[in-house]
Structure formats: structure tokens, C-alpha cells
């Protein structure tokens, strides 16, 4: 008998639950309320169970019915699931879209991004991976991904096809009780290759060969921004972060921007872009994601001062 459970059976025992009566999940229904009582009777006794004690003024959902309840709202969120998924791929829409993002580009708007993703493409399934340099770019080109959000490279492979992304503010920074901080004035190039720069390492191989924004000859390399970010707050050297992942740090103090000669006191412009095989373009929600993508914008301009210590004041007088 089990075989013979419907989903319209499920789905009006569900509104009964959701509208409190019989009789409110009937208006619900727009169907009479003798139809919806016969329907949960059949429902039970095809399932062997009591879902709800009548002998109250209103039907009463009892312990079994709640268990039954969790099952009932899981079958037809998968169906409607199923049928928004065929829906969308009989129009074109993909059955997943699978993204990898640069790790400077900021968390709180792929959540964000992901968030409006799930409400506008319910049916679709989102896969995200993180990666640094040309980890961005190699899935990518292998084909595990459709889109990749990247930092920026001197020379993009010919099979991929970009389009400019709003950039992310980076700075270079170092722990406040660093020897640099203590600098007057702008740092020249000379004296930053006599401390070691952390630098963030390409897992790949697409960057072989190639620096970006290494000034310094004395060089520790992690291959994640995270572990980056530790090192820099321990005082073990200096380096560039997104301001984003830093600005929490600068406005407590914790770490200090660095000014740096031929480096604009608020930091650089990291460009950013979206980029895919020329030959796959995005599908429909591939392109809504990169259109979204092109309307977030990014943490730019004044740079937070770090709050001044007593050992920055002393500096400052016998400056």
C-alpha cells in the first residue's frame, strides 16, 4: 500500500499541519473540507500510522505524525526540486554551475552572490572552489569549472574569454611592532629587501617562472592566504593582503600599511575578472552569476588608520 502514497496526499497533509485545520487547508486547496479529511484518512491508512488526534475541536498532529512530517516536507522539496531542475534544462538552464574564485576576492559576496543564487535558481547546483593565482585558471581550462573569478595574470591563455570584474583594494602591511613600521617616511625598495617578504605561492604551474609583487630578495612562500594572514600578524615578515581580509587588523591596531615608495598611500587596485572557455560560454545562470558579479562592489578608498600607541607617540616626539 505504501506504493500507492501520492504527492497530493503528502502535499495536503502538509498544508492540514501548515494552516492549523482541516477546513483552512481546504480554502488553501480550494477544494471542500470532506475531500481533505478523506484525503489524510486514505493517507494514514495506506502508511499504517495516526497522523493527527481528532478528538479535540481540531485535529491534533501526533508524535508519529510529526516524524512523518519531516519525511513528507523532504520528498516534495526534492520533487519540486526535480521539477524546476528539467524545467530549466529543457530551456537551456544548466544542471550545475561550478565556479572557482580567486582567494583575494572577498567571501562576503559569494555568500551574498550564492545567497541570490539559490532564491533565483533553486534547481541549479552551485560548486565553489578557492584558489590563489593560476589555480584560479587551470580548472577552467581543464573543464572542472565553467567560470573563474581571477586576480589579475599578464598574459590570459587565448582559449578563455574574460570580462572585467569591479577590483580589490590590496596593501602591503606588517605586524605594528615590525621593524619597518618604525620607518620615517616613504620605504625604498632597498631597504624592503633587507626583511623577509611572505609571499603567496602558485599551486599550479600556469605562473612558472614568473613574480607578482615580490620586492624583496628574502622571501618566506605559503600556498594559503590564511596561513599568510597568521604569519603577518606574528610579526614573521611582511606582505600584501586585500584590504577586506585586513581592515579589522588595521583599525585595532594590529597591523600597519606600509608606505611604500611608487605605492599610493591608500594601496593598489587589484583588477579582477571573470573568465570562461570561449568555446562553453556561461548559460543562463552562468551569465546571471557574472552579471551579479560585475554589480557588487568592492571595499576601496581611505585606508583605516591604526589607533596610536604609546610606543608610535614616543616616535612621534623625538621625531
Request: glycine fraction near 10%.
Amino acid at each position: 500500500m505504501l506504493d500507492a502514497v501520492s504527492l497530493d496526499q503528502l502535499r495536503t497533509f502538509i498544508a492540514a499541519v501548515d494552516q492549523g485545520s482541516f477546513s483552512a487547508a481546504a480554502r488553501k486547496l480550494l477544494r471542500a473540507q470532506s475531500v481533505v479529511s478523506e484525503t489524510i484518512g486514505n493517507l494514514e491508512d495506506q502508511i499504517g500510522v495516526r497522523l493527527f488526534d481528532r478528538s479535540g475541536r481540531y485535529p491534533k498532529l501526533t508524535s508519529a505524525g510529526l516524524a512523518i512530517l519531516a519525511d513528507a516536507r523532504s520528498i516534495i522539496t526534492g520533487v519540486d526540486l526535480l521539477k524546476a531542475r528539467a524545467k530549466g534544462m529543457s530551456g537551456g538552464l544548466e544542471p550545475e554551475l561550478s565556479v572557482v574564485i580567486d582567494v583575494f576576492y572577498p567571501i562576503d559576496a559569494i555568500t551574498q552572490l550564492a545567497k541570490e543564487f539559490r532564491e533565483k535558481y533553486p534547481g541549479v547546483g552551485l560548486r565553489i572552489y578557492v584558489e590563489a593565482l593560476g589555480g584560479a585558471i587551470k580548472p577552467v581550462l581543464d573543464g572542472r569549472c565553467s567560470i573563474g573569478v581571477i586576480g589579475s595574470l599578464p598574459v590570459l591563455p587565448e582559449t578563455l574569454t574574460y570580462e572585467r570584474l569591479p577590483g580589490i583594494a590590496f596593501l602591503m602591511v606588517a605586524a605594528r611592532d615590525h621593524a619597518l613600521t618604525s620607518y620615517r617616511g616613504r620605504i625604498p625598495r632597498e631597504v624592503l629587501g633587507k626583511h623577509t617578504q611572505i609571499v603567496l605561492t602558485d599551486r599550479s604551474e600556469l605562473s612558472s617562472g614568473r613574480e607578482f609583487g615580490v620586492m624583496s630578495a628574502a622571501t618566506w612562500r605559503l600556498a594559503d592566504l590564511f596561513a599568510k594572514h597568521h604569519f603577518l600578524l606574528k610579526g614573521l615578515g611582511w606582505g600584501g593582503m586585500p584590504l577586506h581580509a585586513v581592515r579589522k587588523d588595521l583599525e585595532e591596531g594590529r597591523l600597519s600599511v606600509l608606505p611604500i615608495e611608487d605605492v599610493p598611500p591608500d594601496g593598489l587596485i587589484l583588477p579582477m575578472s571573470a573568465v570562461w572557455q570561449t568555446k562553453s560560454p556561461p548559460g543562463p545562470a552562468g551569465r546571471w552569476f557574472v552579471d551579479r558579479l560585475k554589480e557588487i562592489p568592492m571595499e576601496t578608498g581611505k585606508v583605516p588608520k591604526s589607533p596610536v600607541t604609546r610606543k608610535t607617540a614616543r616616535r612621534s616626539a623625538k621625531a
